[in-house]
């Protein structure tokens, strides 16, 4: 265990579902962020929130809606999703956003969505 | 662009052998390369590198930063079953420091 928790592990959901992807960390850490993992690709950066703010929308498409209520609670809203969007999601947290906050990443276990 | 690049993509060895992966990269406003080991779905953190040519260790497991040349390797002795996995370099930089990832290195170790 990392001390990232996601929700769910698994997702299978319609081109019109919605529905919320949840992750927590309790690391005690700043910033929180969403990225996408595709076969042969590298991780993508969706988003980035720093101290409850939101610091980066990567061009992100609206379908994908994050949500920060807190420093250690991160949501990933989504609707009326494509084929395509079918990936892994990570979520991921760090003490901050540049210096003197240390960079290194601690991931979750991510949540492996499928868009039929 | 921020552009990190791993080679092999991947890779098939047996137990025993040592592999050297690498990574090399361009970004503006460097501030450390990280390597993680991604075994099902979370990467776990294995090394950060700031300095050049201070090797970091841990186990069998070994790495080093070539600033001026923007590069690093990972190096892995005596291989286990258990090291096969995605091995993802990634390096922080840019105007807002954020990690760029490289594709990721697929290590087989076969018994």
């Known amino acids: 265990e990392t001390g990232v928790t996601q929700t769910p592990r698994h997702l299978v959901m319609g081109m019109t579902n919605k529905k919320s992807l949840k992750c927590e960390q309790h690391?005690?850490?700043?910033?929180m962020y969403w990225y996408k993992q595709s076969a042969k690709k590298p991780l993508e950066l969706m988003f980035v929130y720093n101290f409850k703010e939101q610091t980066e929308n990567n061009s992100v498409p609206s379908r994908f809606s994050p949500e920060c209520p807190n420093s250690s609670h991160l949501f990933l809203h989504l609707h009326t999703l494509q084929p395509e969007d079918s990936a892994l999601y990570l979520c991921a947290s760090s003490q901050g956003v540049g210096p003197p906050a240390m960079p290194e990443a601690f991931f979750g276990q991510g949540t492996r969505l499928t868009v039929v | 662009e921020d552009k990190v690049v791993q080679s092999p993509l991947s890779l098939v060895v047996h137990e025993g052998d040592t592999v050297t992966l690498n990574c090399s990269y361009e970004?503006?406003?460097?501030?450390?390369l990280l390597w993680y080991k991604q075994e099902k779905k979370a990467p776990t953190f294995l090394f950060m590198l700031?300095?050049?040519?201070i090797e970091k260790k841990s186990g069998r497991l070994s790495s080093i930063l070539d600033k001026k040349e923007l590069f690093s390797i990972l190096n892995i002795t005596a291989t286990q079953t258990g090291d096969s996995a995605i091995y993802l370099c990634a390096v922080s930089g840019g105007s807002n420091y954020k990690l760029t990832f490289g594709k990721g290195t697929l290590l087989t170790v076969n018994p």
């Open positions: 700031t300095s050049s040519g």
């Open positions: 690391l005690g850490h700043n910033a």
């Open positions: 970004v503006t406003n460097f501030r450390s």
